[in-house]
């Protein structure tokens, strides 16, 4: 039974029994991952081909599910809502991809990228699982360049490495600007291996919109085909969620316009909980917003931050031209507040330093809300030619969106919502807490704490699709007796699925979708953005339920579900986008300390960087959905720390 919390955030939430993660092994850490390999049931070759498990999303840690489970022999069912699966947004991701393999003999190892991992969530991830992520790392890039994936090469021929914030060491491996493309086409090409074989069956343009359960268990999805708008059903011995990160919640991020987070919210309406939703990463290094036309932002790779150098004018309301200023009046304020890691500080670190140089008035740009990324320092030191070769088109692509020239005249900047470090709860095998169902990829919560470095995002992504859900969930399989579903199942979900989409054409309000989202969006940035306070948190928590209300008086959703509607589409995803503001909201609230991304005002130290509470927060809080209208309940995890004991992250 759970009661009612009456604290600082009042009757917003109630509080419920502890979780715990049951399934990762005792023992020391670099064995674990070993440990639990040995000890995971297996299934036979001939019982494979007897499995079905589907799949929902094809980026870099679906992708690579699917390519793997079917080719282990499984029968895998797999979707996506692009027109293929190479339009993923996995294939956005510029910078790089982590590793642990010490090639510049810097010093780096599994255990140091196991460390700067758990220091740079701010110490509010899993031990178990960020040593195996570590481990893995060093895999992935044999798998992918077996894969034929080009990663830039040294003069030598040996594969080169770069920096990124939050490390000392060069450990991320990279294809220019386009790593993410190059991986995920790697993925792609060993998914449609198997599509070939008939090992997969892959629908494009198909949405999930419900999951099917059978006696408490995962056991299906419903889809809707979003060419024909014909609803289907398909049932499995198991469901994998890859449906990527809530970002969209926002309006303005630097995710693909069709990311949401549909399939993990309705999965979560059955009982997955959802965890650490407040946790959002800003990243410092996007092109500014420039108008009310703009529908996404444009990410600049952090690994810009290499050899670009970050200042703004010393003195506030310096309008000059930036070649008009002079080196003693510019203030390279990364460089000079943190010099151990100079630009190349964490993300959350460069963003709340860039908001605040803003906030003072030193900011360049329309509306103040930017700061300098100057390559002269770069171009003058290696060349014209090499900046071109490792950045060219970076800078392409940021002149073809601003008219300005980068090698001419400083880039502009500014923060914007990027990732999302929340998601839905595992455990050390990746399963939700609905049996049946695993998450990985960006849509689980499992490794990244309150903050993810950079270039961790594509480590994670192809480490539990081509490795950690192999395995584990073979075990699950192997232990389970599941039965055929029952049509009544099917058809419960399947008129779930009918009476939304009907309940929103029905409506034939005077307002957009887009006008809904994008006024959520505002709400979200203005009170649960770069910083929060618990006046601007309680007000959110007026507005969005009014807004939701208002939704579902006055949207507009034009056309009919048997046939493309995008509308109808955004309209479903806005609707759950709502439902999840609402939540990021009270998790945010509740959580009272400064962690990561979470920048909580009231929780600063005297020199204004962010205040942990390892004492009242070092935990996961985990979310329960009850019903509609009702608070939801939190369930704590614990977090405990043997080998990197929680310090006061500096990075001076």
Not at 32 to 61: D, H, M, Q, S, Y
Not at 337 to 361: H, M, Q, T, W
Not at 535 to 541: P, T
Request: glycine share 10%; proline share 4%; charged share 25%.
């Amino acid at each position: 039974m759970s009661e009612r919390t009456i604290d600082t955030v009042d009757s917003f939430y109630n509080s419920g029994d502890p979780i715990a993660d049951s399934t990762a092994p005792a023992g020391p850490i670099a064995d674990r991952w070993t440990t639990r390999k040995f000890e995971a049931r297996l299934v036979n070759p001939a019982n494979k081909r007897k499995k079905k498990i589907i799949v929902i999303g094809t980026g870099l840690a679906g992708g690579a599910a699917g390519a793997t489970l079917g080719e282990q022999g499984y029968h895998v069912i797999q979707f996506c809502f692009q027109d293929s699966p190479r339009r993923a947004h996995s294939i956005a991701a510029q910078g790089g991809i982590n590793a642990a393999k010490n090639y510049r003999n810097d010093g780096d190892s599994v255990h140091r990228l196991f460390y700067d991992t758990v220091k740079g969530g701010d110490y509010r991830s899993r031990e178990s699982n960020v040593h195996r992520l570590a481990e893995i790392s060093t895999q992935i890039i044999d798998q992918c360049v077996a894969q034929g994936v080009p990663f830039a090469r040294e003069y030598g021929g040996l594969l080169d490495n770069r920096s990124f914030g939050g490390t000392q060491v060069s450990r991320t491996f990279y294809a220019r600007g386009q790593t993410g493309q190059q991986l995920l086409l790697g993925a792609y090409q060993a998914l449609m291996r198997q599509v070939d074989t008939g090992n997969v069956e892959l629908h494009a343009r198909h949405e999930m919109l419900d999951l099917i359960m059978a006696d408490g268990v995962a056991r299906g999805v419903v889809v809707r085909d979003l060419i024909t708008g014909e609803i289907k059903s398909y049932t499995a011995d198991a469901v994998v969620l890859a449906s990527g990160g809530y970002s969209n919640v926002y309006f303005l991020s630097t995710n693909a316009m069709g990311s949401n987070v549909t399939a993990s919210w309705r999965a979560h309406k059955h009982g997955a909980y959802f965890a650490n939703p407040c946790f959002t990463q800003i990243h410092p290094t996007c092109i500014p917003v420039s108008g009310q036309h703009q529908s996404k932002l444009t990410l600049m790779s952090e690994s810009l931050r290499n050899d670009g150098r970050v200042w703004v004018p010393e003195q506030a309301g310096d309008h000059r031209e930036p070649g008009d200023i002079p080196e003693d009046e510019r203030d390279y304020y990364l460089e000079r507040i943190y010099p151990a890691f100079g630009n190349l500080v964490p993300r959350d670190i460069a963003s709340r330093a860039a908001k605040n140089v803003c906030d003072e008035g030193r900011g360049v740009g329309p509306g103040g809300l930017g700061v300098y990324l100057d390559f002269a320092d770069a171009i003058g030191r290696l060349g014209l030619d090499a900046v071109k070769a490792k950045y060219g088109n970076l800078f392409t692509m940021y002149e073809r969106i601003t008219g300005e020239n980068p090698y001419e005249r400083p880039m502009r900047i500014y923060p914007a919502v990027h990732y999302t470090m929340g998601g839905l709860w595992v455990d050390y095998d990746l399963r939700s807490t609905i049996p049946g169902l695993f998450v990985i990829g960006e849509a689980n919560f499992s490794d990244h704490g309150a903050n993810r470095l950079g270039a961790s995002a594509l480590m994670q992504g192809l480490a539990d699709g081509y490795f950690v859900l192999p395995t584990t969930i073979g075990d699950y399989l192997a232990r389970s007796l599941a039965g055929d579903v029952p049509d009544t199942a099917v058809a419960e979900a399947e008129n779930r699925v009918t009476s939304m989409i009907g309940r929103l054409l029905s409506i034939n309000g005077d307002r957009t979708v887009d006008s809904f989202h994008r006024e959520l969006g505002h709400i979200m940035w203005e009170y649960c953005g770069m910083e929060r306070n618990e006046e601007g948190l309680r007000k959110a928590l007026d507005l969005i339920p009014a807004l939701r209300v208002e939704f579902w008086e006055r949207v507009n959703v034009p056309g009919s579900g048997e046939d493309l509607n995008q509308s109808l589409e955004r309209a479903g995803r806005v609707a759950d986008f709502l439902e999840l503001a609402e939540l990021m909201v009270i998790d945010a609230l509740h959580r009272t300390e400064s962690a990561g991304g979470h920048f909580r005002a009231e929780s600063r130290t005297e020199d204004g960087e962010a205040r942990r509470d390892d004492q009242n927060f070092s935990y996961v809080a985990a979310w329960e959905w009850n019903s509609a209208g009702e608070p939801p309940t939190l369930h704590r995890e614990a977090l405990n720390f043997e080998y990197v004991h929680p310090t006061t992250r500096s990075y001076k």
